[in-house]
């Protein structure tokens, strides 16, 4: 059974691999993609695309090859994405599409992701087909979502989609690769996909390229929640058949549900400290959904100012959750390890007896 299917809200991520043609973009098959997008819109569902391709487009465009420097490859996606969208314009003929740039920072903006997440619902409202890809052209590696698997995911939080479905050019995750062994027999579905990553080292195919990054991004989608379906992106109908029910690709069943400020929580690429804990304190987060006490802080790292996200790590260093800081770093640093009936008299105020409430934050689990 593959819950989500009749999901209304849908995350279609457009691979590099499924676009590309000889002569640069493929337009048959961004043709047939968009046909299958207008029919499920037809029947009353809501798509968001996520499409890879300006790099392609803009290497047909100058005949020049792969770049290897990242500004080379700013410029060639500057140069691409108008024409990729043109493509996707055609293929949609005269449903109004919208091209939508993102980079990590803007995702890790409250205040930005929510004016995205409003745009986006306008967006679908009128009955446009957001486009969406990363903004290479200003998207410096310390800002850049790595991929447009790991953007799709995040997308999929930032709309609430009910599904989050990945077109590439392989048929599904498999047992081994197909490349090395032509009897591997196809994994129809996955229940979590940290329990595949863990075996996902050095030297196992699952572990390198492209599926490893398919595999953190249905992660991260199925931990807030959204199933994903890995699909054979050139195969005509595949969307449809799929969500008809037809037994195509893989699917990652979701974990958990985070939704609003908690998924926004999970999702963020790199919050602004970190503090560490003892372990009593990670068992009061873990096992009774405590909030955050000033007693529990053992270290405070980074800068970071009241209201601002922070990483909670155990002292070994693994990652507990992230959540939102009721004091500044420097404020922290004075009441850690102290009774929260202590905070009054060491910093001469009191904003709540909690370092990070309960309610302002996302564990992570066990990866």
Known sequence: MRPGLSAKRLV???????????????????????????????????????????????????????????????????????????????????????????????????????????????????????????????????????????????????????????????????????????????????????????HAGEGNPLGSGGMRSKLLAARLAGRVGIPTLLLPGRRPGVLVEALEGRALGTYFHAQRRYRGQRAWLYGLLRPKGELVLDQGAVRALKERGASLLPAGVKEVRGRFGRGEAVRLLAEGGEEVGVGLANYAAEEIARIKGRKSSEIEAILGYRYTEEVVHRDHLALKEEA
């Open 12 to 198: 279609v991520k457009v691979g590099s691999a499924v676009l590309a043609g000889p002569g640069g973009l493929d337009l048959g098959v961004m043709a047939e993609l968009a046909r299958q997008v207008l029919a499920l819109k037809a029947a009353g569902r809501e798509v968001v695309l996520v499409s890879s391709g300006a790099v392609a487009a803009g290497m047909s465009a100058t005949g020049l090859p792969r770049p290897q420097d990242m500004p080379l490859k700013q410029a060639l996606a500057a140069i691409g994405q108008p024409l990729l969208m043109a493509a996707w314009r055609e293929a949609f003929r005269g449903v109004p599409v919208a091209q939508v740039l993102l980079t990590a920072e803007d995702l890790a903006s409250r205040e930005r992701y929510l004016s995205a997440k409003a745009t986006l619902k306008a967006l679908l409202d009128l009955g446009a087909i957001p486009v969406i890809n990363e903004n290479d052209t200003v998207a410096f590696q310390e800002i850049r979502f790595g991929d447009n698997d790991q953007l799709s995911a995040r997308v999929a939080a930032l709309v609430e989609a009910g599904l989050l479905l990945l077109l590439s050019d392989v048929d599904a995750l498999y047992e081994e690769d197909p490349k090395q062994n032509p009897e591997a027999k196809p994994i129809l579905e996955v229940q979590d996909p940290a329990s595949v990553l863990r």
